[in-house]
């Protein structure tokens, strides 16, 4: 009889301590497409499905937590050892699931919705980001640290980030003018970069005046349109590396009616600095004062910060 009161009392306090453990292992929280994800509040074995997102995990210090990440995902090189779950864009679903992941991490630009939600379908939380600008950029940097707990990084991480966007806008309120800049991505046919890309933020804050700038993303032009521009800086920037952009950078300096080609003002550039929402898009920024306002340039300027 004096353990009768066990009996009544014990399930309720298992029943209770079993729900404090679910509160402490499972929350929910709204993705930037807002949809809401309920996942672990300590995700171990994450899927990336962006080389991007591959990145930004790295910058974190949370490398440790991937199990799987896209085709693509070539930087920091140690990212190419990473089990692989197809091209961001052709994702292979059986290998992510085969992986067991508790988190995927996955990106409006280019990730298959069908594949979003046949995941979500079998219980795999998907969180989806969706950077835009340089604003959403910093955004997703401190949304996805602190799905991984790593708040503190991230905000260091975007602290430095608005720091070098600054020291960009004061050295370039120094110009005397808005060099013509067009900046070619596709090769064949010839494609630049409209307002809607990170490009042209870019090229604008860096101080150029953008020759393809309007309401398409990424028109297309004639090798005659591009001679009417007659752009004063010539930028190329291709996932076709190696022999074909260097050719067609021969190519485009046989025309010495161009500005750019007269005055030796037609540079190659790595495009991965300027595609992939990433604090890398600040390497591409700094970069692009240098091409466009080479008078600026102070060799300390835009040293490391350590």
């Given at each position: ?14 029943f ?13 929280t ?6 809401s ?35 693509f ?12 779950v ?16 508790d ?32 604003d ?7 949304e996805i640290?602190?799905l991984l ?18 020291r ?14 067009f ?40 090798r ?22 260097e ?15 007269r ?7 790595d495009s ?35």
């Open positions: 009889m004096k353990y009768k009161w066990l009996a009544i009392i014990l399930p309720a306090v298992i209770l301590s079993f729900s404090a453990d679910a509160q402490s292992v499972v929350r929910k709204t993705d930037q497409l807002g949809r994800v309920t996942l672990s509040d300590n995700p171990q074995r994450i899927v990336s499905l962006a080389p991007s997102i591959t990145e930004i995990i790295y910058e974190l210090g949370q490398e440790h937590r991937l199990a799987g990440v896209t085709r995902s070539d930087f920091p090189p140690e990212a190419a050892k990473l089990p692989r197809g091209s961001y864009v052709q994702l292979d679903l059986e290998r992510i699931i085969a992986l067991k992941p988190l995927c991490l996955a990106t409006k630009d280019g990730n298959p919705r069908t594949v979003v939600e046949r995941l979500e379908s079998l219980q795999i939380p998907v969180y989806v980001v969706d950077p835009r600008c340089l959403s950029v910093m955004k997703t940097v401190v640290g602190a707990n790593a708040g503190n990084k991230a905000k260091s991480l975007v602290q430095n980030m608005r720091f070098r966007i600054q960009v806008r004061f050295l370039v309120a120094k110009a005397p003018n808005r060099p013509r800049v900046y070619q991505v596709g090769i064949f046919p010839i494609v630049s970069t409209g307002s809607n890309t990170f490009i042209h933020e870019l090229i604008l804050l860096a101080g150029g005046e953008n020759l393809a700038q309007g309401s398409t993303s990424y028109p297309r032009f004639s005659e349109q591009v001679l009417a521009l007659s752009p004063e800086v010539f930028i190329i920037s291709s996932m076709a590396r190696g022999e074909v952009v050719r067609v950078k021969k190519e485009w300096s046989c025309w010495t009616d161009i500005p750019a080609i005055n030796q003002r037609i540079f190659l550039v991965s600095l300027f595609d992939r929402p990433t604090s890398r898009l600040l390497d591409g920024l700094e970069l692009l004062v240098r091409l466009i306002h080479p008078e600026l340039f102070e060799p300390e300027l835009f040293k490391d910060e350590q």
